[in-house]
């Protein structure tokens, strides 16, 4: 199984901060790599596909680079409303589907 | 465009079994598969299996093999998720999602259900 694992578990920013959230794979995954915010009690929407992919409706201000086994979430500008959690899901090879653990991220 | 309504919530005690119901509308699952992902409470999320409506094949994570059982009501547009032998470690959300297959073969869940908060308690 691929293994995923991201970091760091949870953060501290203030509106208006850059942030970046890091995703590595136990193996190369080429970029099926996509990304998903989740907020308390919500189910979680998808964000990005295939490692830059933009979701229609997603604000311009989060982009993924990366490719192999190294990528990256950045939100250029931090929103209030993007205070949530974020994973990452590999389906580069399934199953199984495997997600990364998390990413929190809090207001400061 | 879909929309995926689970079931309501279940109370279960140690030892029971609980099935989760996941019901579209809109678009066909036709040609797509419904995944079941589970979220125990202040955790991330885990992936249970897969089933394709179309043909009623299933795939399910090795860790619920043997007791977990995925199906599909056509009739009723229906996905359905039982999991038995249950145990406090089972107490979570679980969700439905639809996968949507790309042209380059990425995959990706678009929709997800809303989210069944399943209790398993004494």
């Known amino acids: 199984d691929i293994q995923v694992t991201q970091s760091p578990s949870s953060l501290s920013a203030s509106v208006g901060d850059r942030v970046t959230i890091t995703c590595r794979t136990s193996?190369?995954?080429?970029?099926?790599l996509n990304w998903y915010q989740q907020k308390p009690g919500k189910a979680p929407r998808l964000l990005i596909i295939?490692?830059?992919t933009l979701q229609s409706g997603v604000p311009s201000r989060f982009s993924g680079r990366g490719s192999g086994t190294d990528f990256t979430l950045t939100i250029s500008s931090l929103q209030p409303e993007d205070f949530a959690t974020y994973y990452c899901?590999?389906?580069?090879?399934?199953?199984?589907?495997?997600f990364g653990g998390g990413t929190k991220v809090e207001i400061k | 465009q879909v929309r995926l309504v689970q079931s309501g919530a279940e109370v279960k005690k140690p030892g029971a079994s609980v099935k989760v119901s996941c019901k579209a509308s809109?678009?066909?699952?036709?040609?797509?598969?419904l995944h079941w992902v589970r979220q125990a409470p202040g955790q991330g999320l885990e992936w249970l299996g897969f089933?394709?409506?179309?043909?009623?094949?299933?795939n399910y994570a090795l860790h619920f093999q043997g007791r977990v059982t995925m199906t599909w009501d056509t009739s009723l547009s229906t996905a359905y998720m039982g999991l038995e032998s249950l145990t406090s470690d089972d107490t979570a959300v679980y969700f439905c999602?639809?996968?949507?297959?790309?042209?380059?073969?990425?995959?990706?869940?678009?929709?997800w259900g809303q989210g069944t908060l399943v209790t398993v308690s004494s």
């Open positions: 999602a639809r996968e949507k297959s790309g042209t380059y073969g990425e995959d990706y869940f678009d929709y």
């Open positions: 809109g678009d066909s699952l036709t040609g797509y598969h």
């Open positions: 089933i394709n409506p179309h043909s009623g094949g299933t």
């Open positions: 193996e190369s995954i080429a970029n099926y």
């Open positions: 295939t490692a830059s």
């Open positions: 899901q590999q389906t580069y090879r399934t199953p199984p589907v495997t």
